[in-house]
């Protein structure tokens, strides 16, 4: 089992950043996945960005490109998500999920696997 625990989400006015944290822990997963996962008001659960775990290749949505930056931290099994210029419709729950599927596929939500309690943020224009 893998549990995951966001951290960092708030309130802030368009055009302002916000840093997210998913903390990590359980078994090891060195291979795995891990992305977020959006879910603004009456709407399905989306995908913004993922990072392979062991190589750090980065996915992102086209919604977020240049303006959101994911990252990770191995030794603190810590993933991140940097957001700039926030725009009113990245008004969301965001998520952070781990995929373990082999091979994985980063931007399909279905294959993630474990999931964080979600953290909200809210952009006020």
């Known amino acids: 089992q893998v549990q995951l625990v966001e951290s960092g989400g708030g309130w802030v006015q368009a055009g302002g950043s916000l840093r997210f944290s998913c903390a990590a822990s359980?078994?090891?997963?060195?291979?795995?996945?891990m992305g977020w996962f959006p879910q603004a008001p009456g709407k399905e659960r989306e995908f913004v960005a993922a990072?392979?775990?062991?190589?750090?290749?980065?996915y992102y949505a086209d919604s977020v490109k240049g303006r959101f930056t994911i990252s990770r931290d191995n030794a603190k099994n810590t993933m991140y998500l940097q957001m700039n210029s926030l725009k009113s419709e990245d008004t969301a729950v965001y998520y952070c999920?781990?995929?373990?599927?082999?091979?994985?596929?980063?931007?399909?939500?279905?294959?993630?696997?474990?999931w964080g309690q979600g953290t909200q943020v809210t952009v006020s224009s």
């Open positions: 999920a781990a995929d373990s599927s082999i091979p994985p596929q980063p931007t399909t939500l279905a294959y993630y696997d474990y």
């Open positions: 359980g078994r090891t997963f060195s291979s795995y996945v």
């Open positions: 990072i392979t775990w062991r190589g750090g290749s980065t």
